[in-house]
């Protein structure tokens, strides 16, 4: 008889775990170890995370899941003309409450330990095609115009750099994804080239 798959709650509360020790012991941390925080055999553990660094695979996309589900919430109810304003704030909702495993070390290490950041920009490209949907909708524009694919990647960029200031700077959620919408506003692309 076949057994039943693991519930994505289960999955999440595996990948929860996981995060936890990776954020005690770092990335140095062995397959052994995580396979007991996990809490399920070596052979359950690569049957869900066929590669280490999938273990966190469940609380990454459970994070780029709540992002989006923010921005599309946001963008129906037109709590603000300004997409950016929308997309900053669907970040702090998503990213800046109490979510276990998301202090410095954490972050430090999906962005920096290499096994882990290429996992992350795996998934910060999943969460960009995910906002073509929402920001096609909200700009009134067919999902493959130009302008909606640069409003995704946008929204997706704001994320990012606000999880590398966090990271980096110990920021609140609310304290990075300000200086990056500020920064965004600025629009460096079109600044004047400095000559030297």
């Not at 882990?116 to 906002?131: F, K, S």
């Not at 200086?179 to 600044?191: E, G, I, S």
Request: glycine letters at 4%; proline letters at 4%; charged letters at 25%.
């Amino acid at each position: 008889m076949a057994r039943k798959p693991l519930t994505h709650e289960a999955l999440l509360e595996m990948s929860r775990s996981c995060a936890a020790l990776l954020n005690e012991v770092g990335a140095e941390a062995s397959t052994t170890e995580l396979v007991a925080a996990a809490g399920v055999s070596e052979r359950t553990f690569f049957r869900y995370f066929p590669m280490k660094a999938d273990c966190l695979r469940p609380i990454m996309e459970d994070g780029y899941h709540r992002f989006v589900a923010a921005v599309e919430r946001q963008c129906v109810e037109g709590s603000s003309a300004d997409l950016l304003e929308i997309v900053r704030t669907a970040f702090i909702s998503s990213y800046g409450v109490g979510e276990e495993g998301l202090d410095r070390r954490f972050l430090e290490l999906i962005t920096v330990a290499e096994i882990y950041r290429r996992l992350w920009l795996a998934i910060n490209e999943e969460t960009m095609q995910a906002l073509y949907a929402p920001m096609s909708q909200v700009l009134n524009l067919p999902t493959d115009h130009i302008d909606v694919r640069l409003a995704a990647d946008a929204a997706t960029r704001l994320a990012v750099e606000s999880i590398r200031l966090m990271a980096l700077h110990s920021l609140s959620a609310e304290q990075a994804a300000t200086q990056v919408a500020d920064a965004l506003r600025r629009h460096p692309l079109m600044r004047p080239v400095a000559h030297r």
